[in-house]
Structure formats: C-alpha cells, structure tokens
C-alpha cells in the first residue's frame, strides 16, 4: 500500500500569543483538496478541528477567527486530554 504524501501549507506558522507558543500546521493528503487544521501548544496537546476547509487560506482564517474570540485559553491544556493507549 502506498503512503501518500503530506502537502504542508506555506500558511503554518509559529506564534506567541498571550505567553502561548502555539504552531499552527495547515497541511492535506496530495489527493485530498481538503486542508486540516491543527494547532499545538508547548507541551504538545494538538487541537485538530473536526471540519475540513476549502482552501489553506479558509483553515487561517478559522484559526484567526477561534483565537481572537476565545484567545489563547481556547488551545491550554486544561486537563481534559484524552490519552492515547500505551501499548
């Protein structure tokens, strides 16, 4: 089976914001047009939205728009983190 290949957007980006250090990963499969957006603090805990945006442009926009509503408590880790299984 062939792994397909990751596109990242030029559009993710690294930020402070609110004394968060936030990356911003905007990236598809090569044969899905549909970007995903996934935002990861400090410590690691990745927020991945559950939609999937037309354009790279569209997930920014969406992360803009979370960021300036809710601000940077939006992406803390609050404690309410569902562990993968150890193996």
């Known amino acids: 089976m062939e ?3 990751i596109i990242t957007s030029g559009l993710s980006k690294r930020i402070d914001f609110d004394g968060l250090q936030l990356s911003v990963e905007i990236y598809r499969l090569e044969h ?5 957006l996934e935002v990861i603090d400090q410590n690691g805990t990745s927020t991945v939205w559950d939609e999937h945006f037309d354009s790279d ?3 920014l926009n969406e992360f803009m728009r979370t960021i300036n509503k809710e601000g940077a408590a939006a992406f803390r880790d609050d404690g309410n983190v569902v562990q993968f299984p150890k193996k």
């Open 3 to 5: 792994v397909p290949n």
């Open 32 to 36: 899905d047009p549909m970007w995903v």
């Open 57 to 59: 442009q569209s997930a």
